[in-house]
């Protein structure tokens, strides 16, 4: 695989003879110094393979030498691998996702290198043709047995070959063909396969779009044109059309050429999105994320890194695969949780795009029904543009939206239905259309409760309660995946059969609507039961099918999903995120909730929401019953105004964990003396984290709330500096949190 001299034709960047620095993908790592070997060239971004302690180890030539190393120690590179070198702009990436969340640049050089074995250049496909085109009648010095006629005349007659179907053709054996090659009358030829992504279809028709629709197109596809960099909020009601309008973006960027990134919160269940998305492009979409098999993730990469996938979809991680070409990136439902990685090297991929962008000079989409309020500021301090799709296409309008107070209209005990939910559902059955409850906790009960003594099972690894998942006959913790077997007795006391399961799961509440609807037909879905593509698109048939009348489940159902007869949702506990406590839960529950209530009456048929809750004055449930979203994000932008937070000023964290309390509370206190302090600089904490026990870890936690002009990194990197800790405690940075 090593080759010496791939890059003789460009005098310009050779290096020979000198010292360069190499990146190896490696979690603590950062570049270090190597010698170029007289006789071998190289430029910034080749892959190499170097010497590292007593190993051999794969890396990326990362520029100019550091100078940090005695030359005498230096040593030599080995060799540059045959893969296409790593863009400039992906370095520059790498090297500023580092130097913003704090992790090393080999931590962050790991994420775009993700595939082991793709820098193999892949397997070369031999195929077989006549040394000869006039050959074939049987005319040379050579014996011809009948098979060998048979090959040859059938080569005379096709383009050059694979052996495989010679031999299914002709009947010949292998030694046939071999006997030709070595007669020298049949030549084998070397080719590279072809890429294994088809060139979209750019003369698919486009649907015919509304004239709003027309001016977002207008607008982003403008944008995608002018070829600079940019950030447009795509701001569009559910069921507004805002994935047809960027579908416009990306078919201008690719007639010019260019690749493009579709970045989804939860791809792997994005069924219905990647069938409109084959409509409309005719081909199939480089697909990333976790459950991509490793055969199919090494001919991504390399066809990322070739430039023959131009189309990539993705969850998060597919921001960093190394581009030939990106031309635009599109961050769909750009508010989610689910592009905050909070593991590794702890990121935002919205923001991360954004900066990609803008590295590469190229455009940025950021589509949702409810933007974050960090893009919202962005776009009032006039960095980032929006374009808004304020009505639903077609027929559909914005579902009506009812509260239903459950103080006054008392479900019966036990159970979660309201009298008014059910007669809405009953109605919407004996119409003939869908219904869908919401409710987001998985399995039964999320506590179990002695009743005897009172004892809670809490999971010995977390601060959290195991949650009864009686179809498993299992208690689980929903944090570690820790599981019991459901006891029939109290551990504490002994008594038996008084255990009580306290509160509704979405099983438990499955079991409510079989008794009170037997006659229809009711299925739950959650992460425990829909985990891959496979069980979403299957889910997805069901419900188009109308084999479902009644869908009950948590938050996987709240995204995306188009059903035209789905007319009723019902939201069975509104109050559930409300009390989380940190200052994003209301936030985030407002967006939730709009995002599930906006899956009724898609089609032609008006939808109608209704909201269950025991506090019908709280301003989450208020916005959303009025659809007021920009009274309510005002409130909230005063809220985090007050408290100094995002977007108003900058916010990290640092959690300090391990396995001894002690040691983590005498890491914690000695970081927080050595805190900084200054003009614009608060430093609440040490505090117990939001899970101050989590997978067998004690955790600390400090917020540093600072100005917008304060170097947030630089001031940590500097107080971190100051401070040693012992080995077995940890110190993670969570540059802009997700909670606080
Ligand atoms: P959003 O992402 O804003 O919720 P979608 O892009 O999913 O909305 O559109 C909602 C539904 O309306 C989809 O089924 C989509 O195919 C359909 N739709 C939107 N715009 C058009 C159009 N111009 N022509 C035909 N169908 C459209
Ligand atoms: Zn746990």
Not at 352 to 369: E, F
Request: charged share 25%; hydrophobic share 40%; with cysteine.
């Amino acid at each position: 695989a090593i080759s010496g001299n791939l890059f003789d034709d460009d005098p310009a960047f050779q290096v020979t003879g000198e010292t360069i620095s190499v990146l190896p993908p490696l979690p603590l790592a950062g570049p270090y110094d190597y010698l170029v070997p007289e006789g071998l060239n190289v430029q910034p971004g080749d892959f190499v393979e170097i010497p590292l302690g007593r190993q051999t180890q794969r890396g990326v030539v990362w520029g100019k030498a550091r100078g940090d190393v005695d030359p005498a120690k230096l040593r030599e590179i080995y060799g540059v691998l045959q893969a296409p070198p790593m863009a400039d702009v992906t370095r520059k990436f790498v090297d500023w996702v580092s130097a913003y969340t704090m992790a090393p640049q080999g931590a962050v050089l790991r994420m775009a290198m993700s595939v082991a074995d793709a820098l193999e250049p892949p397997k070369p496909i031999f195929r077989f043709t006549l040394a000869d085109p006039a050959d074939g009648d049987g005319e040379s010095s050579l014996r011809m047995t009948p098979p060998r006629k048979r090959v040859m005349a059938f080569l005379r007659d096709h383009p050059p070959m694979e052996q495989a179907d010679i031999m299914r053709e002709t009947g010949a054996g292998a030694s046939v063909i071999k006997g030709l090659v070595e007669a020298g009358v049949v030549r084998r030829l070397m080719v590279t396969p072809p890429s294994p992504f088809e060139a979209p279809d750019l003369e698919i028709a486009r649907p015919h779009l509304s004239e709003a629709q027309e001016r977002a197109a207008d607008m982003l596809c403008a944008k995608v044109a002018e070829d600079g960099f940019s950030v447009t909020l795509l701001d569009g009601v559910t069921g507004s059309g805002k994935t047809e309008v960027y579908f416009e973006a990306i078919r201008t960027a690719l007639e010019s050429g260019k690749q493009v990134v579709v970045l989804l919160p939860e791809i792997a269940l994005s069924a219905q999105w990647l069938q409109r998305f084959r409509d409309r492009f005719g081909v199939e979409p480089a697909l990333w994320h976790s459950e991509v098999g490793q055969a199919r993730r090494r001919d991504t990469w390399r066809a990322v890194a070739d430039g023959s996938a131009k189309l990539v979809v993705g969850a998060r991680s597919a921001l960093f695969l190394p581009y030939a070409n990106l031309g635009l990136i599109v961050v769909d439902e750009e508010h989610e949780h689910a592009f905050k990685q909070e593991d590794g090297v702890i990121y935002h991929a919205r923001d991360m795009a954004v900066a990609r962008a803008h590295l590469g000079g190229i455009p940025a989409i950021l589509a949702s029904a409810t933007p974050s309020l960090e893009t919202l500021a962005n776009v009032e301090a006039g960095r980032y543009e929006r374009v808004e799709l304020s009505e639903r296409h077609g027929m559909a309008v914005l579902p009506s939206v009812e509260i239903v107070d459950i103080r006054q209209d008392k479900p019966e005990r036990q159970r979660w239905i309201t009298p008014t939910l059910k007669k809405r559902l009953a109605e919407t059955f004996a119409a003939g259309e869908q219904a869908m409850l919401f409710l987001n906790r998985r399995g039964y009960a999320p506590l179990t409760l002695c009743r005897a003594c009172g004892h809670r099972f809490q999971c010995p690894n977390c601060t959290a309660w195991l949650v009864e998942h009686r179809a498993w006959g299992k208690l689980q913790c929903h944090h570690c995946g820790y599981q019991a077997k459901a006891p029939d007795s109290c551990p504490a006391c002994g008594a038996e059969e008084k255990l009580a399961a306290c509160g509704p799961g979405v099983e438990r509440l499955y079991e409510e609507a079989v008794e009170t609807f037997p006659q229809i037909r009711i299925e739950v879905a959650t992460s425990d039961n829909i985990a891959g593509p496979k069980a979403a698109a299957e889910l997805v048939n069901r419900v188009h099918n109308h084999e479902v009348d009644l869908l009950i489940g948590t938050q996987i159902l709240a995204k995306g999903y188009h059903f035209p007869m789905l007319t009723l949702v019902g939201v069975v506990d509104a109050d559930l995120g409300l009390a989380g406590g940190d200052l994003r839960a209301a936030e985030r529950s407002y967006q939730l909730m709009t995002q599930v209530a906006g899956r009724a009456g898609r089609g032609d048929r008006p939808g109608m929401v209704l909201l269950q809750t025991a506090d019908p004055s709280n301003r989450v449930i208020k916005a959303i019953a009025a659809g007021d979203r920009d009274a309510f994000n005002e409130v909230e932008l005063s809220q985090r105004m007050t408290h100094g937070m995002p977007p108003h000023g900058r916010l990290a964290a640092l959690i300090i964990s391990g396995k001894k309390e002690n040691e983590v509370d005498e890491a914690a206190w000695r970081i927080g003396r050595a805190a900084p302090r200054g003009d614009g600089i608060v430093v609440l904490g040490p505090a117990p984290a939001p899970l101050s026990l989590l997978r067998g870890r004690y955790r600390r936690r400090f917020l540093i709330r600072t100005d917008k002009q304060v170097r947030l990194q630089a001031m940590i990197h500097d107080w971190l500096s100051k401070v040693k800790t012992p080995g077995s405690v940890r110190v993670q940075i969570d540059i802009d949190p997700y909670s606080f």
